[in-house]
């Protein structure tokens, strides 16, 4: 019975073929693929700051209506997240405490430091990617205002990215500021833009320049308080 088809090898011209549209066909879907990462990332940071901004909710309904402020950020609010406690101690605490999730990590945080919280005899280690609006939120003590304080609540920022690793290489810090010269800056590492939980408990991608305007009658940090 004879072959109907007759065996061929590729030639080397064909090869080079098929790997040239192989390479144009990745180029084609590797920006895509990227800007979908970025993007479930960033979806991510929102996820974590709508938890935080729940704890502090309820941290503010534990303790009288008051905010955490820098006192009790992020150390306060890591109580009504999951904790494990072990033996040992450490300077101005008496037990050494891990928290073991990624709530207070933002994915796209270029260079995330280990931040240490001191809290109610605990020392608490882990990754901070998030900064509380200490300007505006608490008082000259930094001790958190109440919430009753705050006119305008959907307005008003509560907590969002830091920017101090992506413009000083240095630890990420508890405190967020709308002062683009202060360590405390805010990060753009969101497609040019920070994500905030307001303390009405909405998250929202701010762009830069519309987070950092302090003049607009619509502005973010202001707080509104009596």
């Known amino acids: 019975m004879k ?8 030639t080397l011209v064909e090869l080079l073929v098929v790997i040239a549209i ?5 180029g084609m879907l590797l920006p895509a693929m990227n800007k979908a990462r970025l993007k479930a990332q960033e979806i991510a ?13 309820m941290y503010s309904n534990d303790n009288g209506d008051y905010l955490p402020g820098t ?19 450490a300077a101005g605490a ?7 999730g990624t709530s207070f990590f933002c994915p796209t945080d270029p260079n995330p430091s280990l931040y240490q919280s001191f809290m109610a005899g605990f020392k608490w280690d882990f990754k901070l990617s998030y900064g509380y609006n200490y300007l505006c939120l608490q008082d000259a003590s930094q001790w958190g205002i109440k919430l009753s304080q705050i006119i305008s609540p959907s307005r008003t920022i509560m907590i969002g990215d830091n920017g101090a690793n992506e413009y000083n290489g240095t630890a990420s810090r508890p405190n967020i500021t709308w002062n683009p010269g202060s360590v405390n800056r805010i990060s753009k590492r969101h497609h040019g833009g920070s994500n905030f939980v ?14 950092i305007n302090t003049t607009s009658k619509d502005h ?7």
Do not use: E
């Open 3 to 10: 072959r109907l088809f007759k065996k061929t090898n590729f």
């Open 22 to 26: 192989i390479v144009i066909l990745a």
């Open 45 to 57: 940071c929102s996820a974590n700051l709508k938890q935080i901004g729940a704890a502090a909710t």
């Open 71 to 89: 006192w009790r950020y992020p150390g306060g609010v890591l109580y009504y997240f999951g904790t494990k406690s072990t033996a040992g101690t």
């Open 94 to 100: 008496d037990k050494q405490a891990s928290y073991t």
């Open 198 to 211: 307001f303390v009405a408990g909405q998250v929202k991608n701010l762009p830069f320049d519309t987070a």
């Open 220 to 226: 973010v940090w202001s707080g509104a308080s009596r």
